[in-house]
């Protein structure tokens, strides 16, 4: 069975610190759990690409920065990810783009966790499509609320998370869309990033455990037929 | 006594000591030993027996058709035929010929496959005793076996079959429960082998290189096709797009496509072509064969998402 694409806001997703595995084997499918419970395995984002930057050294890798309403996406496109980087490369910010991608968490040695995307399929939209993916994802955020009571035990100890902060940000990303309110960035959104990939990002990097690995878990069963 | 006095007072007898029969199934058992003459209480012992020897929890009895789950003996439904198909297979080497196709009630759709004649039309209200089910791409499917009765019924409480047939809004969780399912989703991915693919003009298979792997080497007809994944955050189904529903999404026509991939020298140029519809939000209705969902009709989804915002901003309040 293919893994459905979640749909989380920024905000919640960079607060992400969990990722778990399903089973021992190497095929086994990795998740990002968000603080409200989203198991990303993939991950369905819409938003406005601001910034592309080839930050590889002999091989291109691709950060693209994607922002919604609510924070930045950080989405990293290398060589087993040759089409969207081809795509990635070719666009000129500022853009709204769709970036349908397999969830990550980057870790680099101070402890810190960057939860990013690799992504699978990348394209042009227009701001209705945006939009759209605004209100599915504050409905799929509303849902996940709702249980907030019924989080496993591991993730609601992790995170504590709060159902009015929550609900704040579906509150951000819906006036945002209605322009009733201009959002103003704030430190805390964007994820650090910065100088930590060249040490630790990169393909060659021994350190941090964001490698360049063939998208195994991408092994799927499909009927072409 | 009077015959109709003799009946429900067995079938009151019955009823205290079976449950998971129908109350039909069990009035028409009764009512046959009562016609040759059986005392009343006899019958209900002689009906009891029975049941208690068939195992009552294999037994399903009667079902409505959304309650069928696969492994089942003893099924009974009331339905209508919404389609059928005359197929021939081999069993072991010989060929034979079944009957598959769908059938409808108000609680949803249920394939089915008979190995013996099938006497019925589209539209046509059926009652189906002791039937079983199989599982086929995790649902079940009933089956009209040797021990099977299969009759007409006049169908009064079933909704007519245009009605039954018509498109029902579900989610990609549910689809393959309906007959002719509408899901609202998004394109998140396209995936290989969309865009201009040609085609066995005897079989319609996709053909590589000229070759159809049925009939050999064959004049092959280009086509237009997008297969994608449809995803609403909640699951995700694998689609297929044929031509007219490519072309209206994609606003690209077949004679365009072909036109483009002969300036580039390259199909490729029409798969990235299609891949452009990718985060594209629509109302697909369509069909689940297998674990695909044949899209007959795509549109745009009606709802504004401004109002939509507004909706969920209020509720949040
Ligand atoms: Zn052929």
Redesign the pocket.
């Known amino acids: 069975m293919r893994e459905p694409a979640r749909r989380v806001f920024a905000a919640e997703y960079n607060r992400s610190e969990m990722k778990v595995k399903e089973g021992e084997s190497q095929y086994a499918p990795g998740y990002v759990i968000t603080p409200t419970g989203a198991r990303c395995n993939r991950l369905f984002v819409v938003g406005v690409l601001t910034e592309v930057e080839d930050i590889g050294r002999e091989d291109s890798l691709y950060r693209a920065r994607v922002s919604d309403p609510t924070g930045t996406f950080l989405v990293y496109a290398g060589r087993y990810q040759p089409e969207a980087a081809q795509v990635l490369s070719s666009m000129e910010p500022p853009e709204f783009v769709a970036v349908t991608g397999k969830a990550d968490v980057y870790q680099p040695d101070d402890g810190d966790t960057i939860p990013s995307i690799r992504p699978e399929a990348v394209s042009t939209v227009d701001r209705g499509e945006r939009d759209r993916w605004v209100v599915t994802t504050a409905r799929r955020t509303i849902e996940r609320l709702e249980k907030l009571d019924q989080l496993p035990e591991e993730v609601e100890e992790r995170y504590h998370p709060s159902l009015n902060e929550y609900r704040d940000v579906v509150r951000e990303a819906l006036r945002n869309l209605l322009g009733e309110e201009r959002h103003e960035p704030s430190v805390e959104d964007e994820p650090e990033d910065g100088e930590a990939d060249p040490e630790t990002g990169r393909a060659d990097g021994e350190q941090g455990r964001w490698r360049e690995e063939p998208p195994v878990e991408d092994v799927e069963e499909w009927d072409f037929s | 006594m009077s015959a109709d006095k003799k009946l429900s007072k067995a079938l009151e007898q019955v009823k205290q000591s079976v449950d998971d029969f129908s109350e039909r199934e069990l009035t028409e058992e009764l009512r046959e030993l009562l016609e040759y003459g059986v005392p009343p209480d006899q019958a209900a012992e002689t009906v009891i027996r029975r049941k208690g020897r068939s195992d009552p929890a294999a037994a399903a009895g009667e079902k409505k058709l959304a309650d069928a789950v696969p492994g089942e003996r003893g099924l009974t439904v009331e339905a209508r035929v919404l389609d059928r198909r005359d197929r021939t297979i081999k069993v072991k080497g010989e060929p034979r010929e079944i009957v598959s196709g769908s059938l409808g009630d108000e609680t949803g759709v249920l394939s089915f496959t008979s190995w013996n004649e099938f006497p019925f039309e589209e539209g046509d209200a059926v009652r189906i005793s002791n039937a079983y089910t199989r599982e086929w791409n995790d649902r079940p499917e009933l089956q009209v076996g040797d021990y099977t009765e299969v009759e007409e019924i006049a169908g009064e409480d079933l909704p007519p079959a245009e009605e039954l047939s018509s498109p029902r809004d579900v989610s990609i969780r549910d689809a393959s429960r309906a007959y002719r399912p509408r899901v609202e989703a998004t394109v998140i991915d396209v995936l290989d082998r969309s865009g201009l693919v040609m085609r066995?003009?005897?079989?319609?298979?996709v053909?590589e290189g000229g070759e159809?792997?049925?009939?050999g080497p064959?004049d092959a007809e280009p086509d237009l096709r997008i297969k994608a994944v449809l995803d609403d955050g909640d699951s995700c189904i694998q689609a297929t797009f044929p031509r007219e529903v490519t072309e209206s999404l994609t606003g690209v026509t077949l004679e365009e496509a072909e036109e483009m991939a002969r300036k580039a020298m390259d199909r490729g140029v029409v798969q990235r072509e299609m891949e452009r519809v990718v985060g594209r939000a629509v109302v697909a209705t369509g069909r689940v064969l297998g674990d695909n969902f044949v899209a007959l009709d795509v549109e745009e989804p009606e709802s504004s998402p401004e109002d939509d915002a507004r909706e969920l901003l209020e509720a949040l309040q």
Do not use: D, F, K, Y
Request: with cysteine; glycine share 0%; charged share 25%.
């Open positions: 066995c003009p005897e079989c319609n298979r053909t159809c792997s049925e009939h064959v």
